[in-house]
């Protein structure tokens, strides 16, 4: 089974986001794969002072990631850009200078939020940010989710309207992968 590390950018109690991983998660395409969500909200705010001494929640982070094959961003928007909480996750992980967790781990960008957009300029902030990181990122397809009731339910299940498409999303994901670990 392919081992992914879900990282949500919103740590709010019945986020859209959190609800759109599960669904995901739970895909028929999904069964035979293993997922672990970061525990990005009990991290401490990124301070440099601490990269030779990291808290053990900096440490579980960086654990998970090296034990991961891949990366699933699910993120919001928020004002147009990353939520700070995933921006926190992301400079703990690439520290310190020369140990970042990041490099190399296959990765899928996708969102929910309430706007038109969809979250299209948080992805684009968040793929230049993962860019740097050297994160190979799944160009398509793109998938910009405007949040509906209902869209997924409270048991993971993804409304029809939806299902054929994050379905070819989730499908298109593993293949990328895959074709990153015979490299
Ligand atoms: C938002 N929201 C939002 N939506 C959007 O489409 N573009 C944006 O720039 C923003 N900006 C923004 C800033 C802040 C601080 C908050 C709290 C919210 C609305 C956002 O889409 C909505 O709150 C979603 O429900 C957030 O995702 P979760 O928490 O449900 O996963």
Request: charged letters at 20%; one cysteine or more.
């Amino acid at each position: 089974p392919i081992k992914t590390c879900v990282l949500v950018g919103s740590l709010r109690e019945g986020s859209y986001n959190r609800r759109l991983a599960e669904g995901l998660m739970h895909l028929p395409e999904s069964r035979e794969h293993e997922f672990a969500f970061a525990d990005i909200g009990s991290l401490p705010l990124y301070s440099e002072e601490q990269d030779n001494d990291p808290p053990p929640s900096v440490v579980a982070l960086r654990e998970l990631v090296k034990g991961s094959d891949s990366l699933l961003f699910v993120t919001p928007e928020y004002n147009r850009s990353i939520p700070g909480v995933l921006k926190n996750a992301l400079d703990h992980g690439s520290r310190p200078w020369g140990q970042s967790v990041w490099a190399g781990k296959p990765s899928a960008v996708i969102g929910t939020s309430i706007g038109q957009i969809g979250t299209a300029l948080a992805q684009s902030h968040l793929r230049m940010v993962l860019a740097y990181l050297d994160v190979p990122l799944m160009d398509q397809p793109e998938a910009y989710i405007q949040w509906k009731d209902g869209l997924v339910s409270e048991d993971h299940t993804i409304a029809e309207s939806s299902r054929d498409f994050l379905t070819g999303w989730m499908r298109a994901f593993f293949t990328f992968i895959e074709r990153h670990q015979d490299v």
